[in-house]
Nanobody, 123 residues
Framework: QVQLVESGGGLVQAGGSLTLSCAASGRTFSNYALAWFRQAPGKEREFVAGISWNDYRTHYADSVKGRFTIFRDNTKNTVYLGMNGLKPEDTAHYYC????????????????WGQGTQVTVSS
């Protein structure tokens, strides 16, 4: 079992930046691929970014490429999502997810999920 706790969300103006954090506990963090998803009101949950468990390969949704960066710190059991150039359409609840020995891409079945953190971007 893996427990995931997100933090770092908030209200920011368009063009601003935020860094989300997801702290994990319960199992060997370095064995897990990690990803960020988001869900806006009335919309389906969508993949944002992911990072593999071993070679730190990253994947991004087209809508965030060049603006968002996913990175992990295995010494702190934490994965981060750096978000720059935020747009109102980035407003959503952001979730962290984990899967053992995965690639971190959007097609994976992620077994563990956090409760999420809200990001609101004002225009």
């Amino acid at each position: 079992q893996v427990q995931l706790v997100e933090s770092g969300g908030g209200l920011v103006q368009a063009g601003g930046s935020l860094t989300l954090s997801c702290a994990a506990s319960g199992r060997t963090f370095s064995n897990y691929a990690l990803a960020w998803f988001r869900q806006a009101p009335g919309k389906e949950r969508e993949f944002v970014a992911g990072i593999s468990w071993n070679d730190y390969r990253t994947h991004y949704a087209d809508s965030v490429k060049g603006r968002f960066t996913i990175f992990r710190d295995n010494t702190k059991n934490t994965v981060y999502l750096g978000m720059n150039g935020l747009k109102p359409e980035d407003t959503a609840h952001y979730y962290c997810a984990a899967d053992a020995y995965g690639d971190g891409n959007k097609w994976m079945k992620y077994d563990y999920w956090g409760q999420g953190t809200q990001v609101t971007v004002s225009s």
